[in-house]
């Protein structure tokens, strides 16, 4: 075969490889790296640009590296979806770098994340003055989440005519049906008191609560993994 003629019909065949690889995993792969779906992401795309280019081996051998290192990312993509664990293993945590508009240099020191990180992040979210910062969120996939200090949040309609007051952070109480016990200790609730804002939810089931938290006002947010909607949006064509 013309060699030319083979690395067009090699390219193709990478290309349509890796677009049916990244359709299988999901949009959360493209959109949120995290580190491992980083180093995947590398790998897949090396696999497949040897593939498209290297005449002198064959083919299937590349095809089954892409087949093995996609199926690997779904699999643990899975597992990170159905177990907790897991995906605290393999994506890590989100870590608070700013609490009630203290850094925590602690925290910061163990991310290997430094003041000018940190600052220059703030300035992408137009916060120029750390002051104004109640609390800062770095997220798995290096975004910085930031919650303004009340008198520095716009105002809506409900706020008209109202003093600032205090918002923290939400508490995550229950994700994927397990409960958080140490989320609900440090907020002075028990299991007792769980079960029964879920009974007056008529939820009786822990394992049915996709999400529970508990914002600063005491109000308990709930959301099930079968919410029954009757005429869901859907946005696509």
């Not at 290297?54 to 996609?70: H, I, K, Q, R």
């Amino acid at each position: 075969m013309n060699p030319y003629l083979e690395v067009l019909i090699r390219s193709i065949g990478a290309f349509f490889g890796v677009v049916l690889i990244t359709r299988i995993i999901g949009k959360t792969q493209i959109a949120q790296l995290n580190v491992t779906d980083f180093v995947n992401a590398i790998v897949i795309g090396s696999i497949a640009s040897i593939l498209a280019t290297d005449t002198s081996e064959n083919v299937w051998y590349y095809a089954l590296g892409l087949l093995v290192f996609g199926s690997l990312t779904y699999g643990t993509e899975y597992f990170s979806l159905k177990y907790r664990p897991a995906r605290k293993l393999l994506e890590g945590e989100p870590t608070v770098v700013i609490h009630n508009g203290k850094i925590l240099e602690s925290n910061m020191k163990k991310l290997t994340y430094n003041m000018d990180d940190l600052t220059m992040q703030l300035r992408e979210k137009n916060i120029f003055n750390l002051s104004d910062v109640e609390f800062a969120i770095l997220e798995t996939n290096g975004n910085l989440s930031v919650l303004p200090k009340s008198t520095k949040q716009p105002v809506t309609l409900e706020d008209i005519y109202l003093p600032g007051k205090y918002k923290g952070l939400s508490a995550e109480l229950i994700v994927d049906g397990v409960i958080i016990e140490k989320n609900l200790k440090e907020n002075n609730l028990n299991r007792d008191w769980l079960y029964q804002q879920l009974r007056n939810q008529n939820i009786e089931d822990i394992s049915k609560v996709s999400f529970a938290s508990l914002d600063t006002d005491g109000n308990l947010y709930v959301d099930v993994k079968e919410d029954n909607l009757q005429s869901p949006r859907d946005i696509t064509d």
